[in-house]
């Protein structure tokens, strides 16, 4: 690994400016201040011996501290290490982000209908958003492998789990971040700190085989672990009405969709919605 002096500065600033991400099938209900401010501090008093002793990351001290599970999680599902460590360093600033401190969530995975752990409430595409809480950082590593095994990412298991330029442009185009340049933002990340030095190839039967025990866990999930609360009052209504605070990405991430198959399923040229509109949201 090169050993230059600017490699020892967190990524905060990548931290800062994070996308709108991780949200897909996010829970619809929403909390009051109030709410909100006492269950975090539930959270925090839970966390306090780890929250006092926390001492934070430089970039550097972060890949160290958790590239030996970034290469374990490629090695079961073909995610790239690279990947993973550039995604964690940028969503939760080198691990020092509120989310990664208080409620070890180091990919900023919001609460799903489906979610039976606790949550963390911060403010992001909405007020007070909802977001997961593990208990180790560990946790959220597992979680972000398991996140990515939907639909829309699935075509990105099939790629060679050393093909992190592949991914980074595959996580945009399946609607992970709505940053235009984060494929770029991920890949400047990795070539800046060699992190395609833990990445490995695999041969053609090793990729076979993964490929089916992944897409096969996929083809199970789906159906699961997309639905949210709106699809389970309203089965069978093909029609969403776009509320306050709505975006494409969400709606689509909400319903199990891509935002080009939304888009396409209701003739749209481009991502602007109306409070009200009527969109299609089923196949």
């Not at 401190?101 to 489906?114: E, L, M, Q, R």
């Amino acid at each position: 690994m090169r050993k230059s002096g600017f490699l020892l500065l967190p990524i905060l600033v990548f931290g800062a400016c994070a996308p709108h991400r991780m949200t897909a099938a996010s829970n619809v209900n929403t909390v009051g201040d109030r709410e909100a401010h006492r269950n975090n501090q539930e959270i925090q008093a839970e966390h306090r011996d780890a929250i006092n002793s926390y001492q934070s990351y430089t970039s550097l001290q972060y890949i160290e501290r958790f590239k030996a599970i970034a290469i374990q999680e490629m090695n079961l599902y073909g995610i790239p290490a690279s990947i993973t460590l550039a995604q964690g360093l940028y969503e939760s600033g080198s691990g020092n982000s509120e989310l990664a401190k208080n409620a070890n969530n180091h990919f900023g995975i919001k609460c799903t209908s489906d979610w039976k752990g606790k949550s963390y409430y911060k403010d992001d595409d909405n007020k007070n958003d909802c977001f997961r809480v593990y208990d180790r950082p560990e946790d959220s590593f597992r979680d972000h492998s398991n996140f990515l095994k939907r639909k829309n990412y699935a075509h990105l298991f099939e790629l060679d789990k050393n093909d992190y330029q592949g991914w980074a442009y595959g996580l945009k185009a399946a609607g992970y971040a709505t940053n235009p340049r984060y494929p770029q933002l991920l890949i400047g990340i990795i070539q800046k700190y060699n992190l395609d030095q833990y990445d490995r190839p695999e041969g053609t039967v090793q990729k076979i085989k993964r490929e089916d025990r992944v897409l096969t866990q996929i083809d199970q999930n789906i159906g699961k672990a997309n639905q949210d609360s709106i699809v389970q009052a309203t089965p069978g209504n093909k029609l969403y009405t776009v509320q306050t605070g709505d975006t494409l990405y969400n709606i689509s991430k909400r319903f199990g969709l891509t935002v080009d198959e939304l888009k396409s399923l209701n003739s749209m040229a481009d991502n602007n919605i109306k409070i009200g509109q009527q969109l299609v949201v089923a196949k």
